[in-house]
């Protein structure tokens, strides 16, 4: 199923480079002669009719081999691997911090929704999160590195992760940047399955039999209301991951959105293709893991893949 | 909530969002970091900013200009040099000789060492003439070296090469031509070269670093290396100048942040550049196979306005397609004045007294919208009717480029020396004077630099009497340099940025 649908977006990844534009105008500049344009084509193999592009392109995804790129001539595969040593931590870091920021602003929007200060956050962060995010990026340089210069306003260290102070420093802005803007639209899922849990029937059954409001919350709360947050999570991981793209372009981080974009300005299809494909197989794994987290939090969910009838009567 | 907590919380908030406006306002206005007020110090090192970042290390597998920034004259060098000036010099060509007939060039070599340690001989320049020039090459200067025949290894320090005609820029464009190491197999992911500097690392999409080369030939760099690192975001390259990262930015294209550099100390470099910013016709279709429409639209544009919006008085106008730094240029600036009376008169002449409609095809991005939509409305006061078409880069090369599908165009021309164009009937613009032809070729072929000095001028005038594109005006060369740096090369010719001559005092 999974690699169905893989294949059915790397095909579709093909067509929609294949018909956009033709990778030679990028090599070659004014004066160039039609002797010229046809070699670099050959070159590139893109003078091929489709069908056999589209053949070698199978081949090379099905050995793992995502070429060379037209551009630069180098394999796109080891740079891939170095640029997620920059958009991994980055997108990780943003995923934690708009947790952190996102799970105590929804829950409290929800516990206190029927007061002022309780709609307050969420009309914040409803504002929040609909900054673009390269405007928040420019806002946080301007004060805190032009204006404050407390933190870079760009760039990421030449000795990579062999000083990590230095790697983090550099990645301060860039994470407080995806995780206010993120962590603005996760705070409103968690509100919104927070509401839902606490107006559910087993609450007040729990604080009925004498539990406590937080004891009530922890046990039987949040492993409800955790699980349709989970797939978001799952979707929010692949979210900051591609926007990413853009802040590294504020903050000139050379990772794989800077990859990305380069690539498609450059017609350098061999790159476009393994940083969507990467992202693709990676977005799809990831929905994945999200299920299988669901099913082990909740059992009813179990039910429907085992049919087990022992688990059925439990639950 | 009990109100007192409310109150903290309250107050904490106000507190923190007064804090941060103060400090975005006290320390607000930058100011370099870098860069002190005592003497240069020969082991400084350098950072480069730059938004050219080069696709590709090899200029022989891509044509951008990025990495003669990086690359020429500094890592790698050619047989020749073209300094700041636009002149000459002899490099890697310790002498010259060229037969009576300028069908050969003998060339003795320098004494010098490729960075891998090898000496550099004879064979290493044939196969890096061979290269340049060879099927698979796609170099930016490829055409104007296919005037060679071949190349013969005369001993390990002499090379003879022979052309297929007559060719006086031939020395000149030899200073583009990288002279490679021939044992050093593929180039795309390291270099060797014999320049004052060795490449230690890259890392594409951030940077290049350099390092000096101990074993250099020739003289020592003033400074102790040097890292480019690239932005694709103006704004965070002028950040980067602004906050220190940087010590100099290549190419600032955009007059409004000056201002904000000059407060902060910083030095503003403005050279002459070879960016040239065209209306180019196609010269063969109807209206504009007719001079007299081609005249009356030149003259129908304020280019001094249009100069002096984007540029902010800075830049020059141009008559024709050779910029001041060229020995052939005349000042035409004026030959088609901005005068509408004039286009209105050449227009009735023409037959088109009650105007005309055309399509303008404006490749996307920056400068050609805001050129497109000032000439639309210049042209509509003529009562001509212009349309603009917005394509991408890769459709102008199919569509005009390739095709000649077009009534006009918009375009920047960043090569030198490149009126050639104008004696080549099949370029896109399809200019066919017999005369220019003539003129021009005959130059190539010219035994001295005065003879074609003065060949090329007669072309130069003639495609400016005929208008057979309009120059709307030549970009300035403007660079930063943050307080203490020295040293910068000034003007952009062709992209060259020679680091070896940049120092930096000691802070």
Redesign the interface.
Known sequence: MLLLAFVLAATILFVVLRVL??PV?????????????A??AA?LGVDRPLIVQFGDYLRQLVTLDLGNSF????PVGP?IV??LNVTLPLTLLSFALSMVIAIPVGFFAAW?SR?W?GTAFSAVSQVTGAIPVFWVG?IL???L?????IF?????P?TDWSDPGAALYALTLPVLTIAIVAGSELARYVRSATLDVLGQQYMRAARATGQSFGSALRRHGVRNGIVPVISILAIQLSTTFVGAVIVE????L??LG??L??GIV??DFPSVQGVLLFSTALVLLLGFVADVIQRILDPRLRASLSGNRRVRAAA | ?PSRA?ARILTALAATAAA?VM???C??G?GSASGGSGAPDPQAKLVVGSSNEP????QV????SGITEVFTGNVYEGLFRITDDATVQPLLAKTTKVSDDGLVYTFTLQDATFHSGRKLTAADVKYSLDRFIG????A?????LSVIDHVDVVDDHTVAVHLKQRSISFTYNLGYVWIVDSKAG?L??KEDGTGPYRMT?Y?????I?LAVNKDYWGAKPKNGGV?Y?????P??LN??L??G?VDVVTGQSDPDTLDQFKAAGDTIIEGTSTTKDLLAFNDRVAPFNDVRVRKAIYSAIDRKKLLDSIWDGRGQLIGSMVPPSEPWYIDLANNNPYDPALSKKLLGEAGKSAGFTFTVDAPQGGVYSTEAEFIKSQLAKVGVTMNINVI???E???KI??DHDFQATLQT?V?DR?IN?YGDPDFYWGYDNANVQKWLSEAEAASTTDEQTALIKKANQQISDDAASVWLFLEPQLRVAAKGVTGVPKNGLNSLFYVSGIQKAAS
């Open positions: 534009g033709n105008y990028s090599l070659i500049s004014v004066g160039a002669t039609k002797e010229d344009i070699a670099a070159r551009t630069s001539g180098l740079e170095r640029r206190k007061t200060y420019i340089v301007f004060v590195a032009l204006g404050a210069r870079p306003a760009s760039g990421f030449r372009r504020v903050f000139a050379p990772g800077d990859m974009l380069s450059e017609q | 909530m409310r941060a400090l975005a306002g320390a607000g930058g696709t590709t290390l090899d597998y891509g044509g951008g099927k698979d090459s796609v930016a200067r490829k055409r104007q593929d795309t992911a690392d890392r594409k999409g951030d940077s670093t890292v690192q690239y932005y694709a975001d704004t965070a950040n980067a602004l906050t990262a991408t880069n890769d102008w090369y199919q480029y390739t021309h090569n490149d164009f």
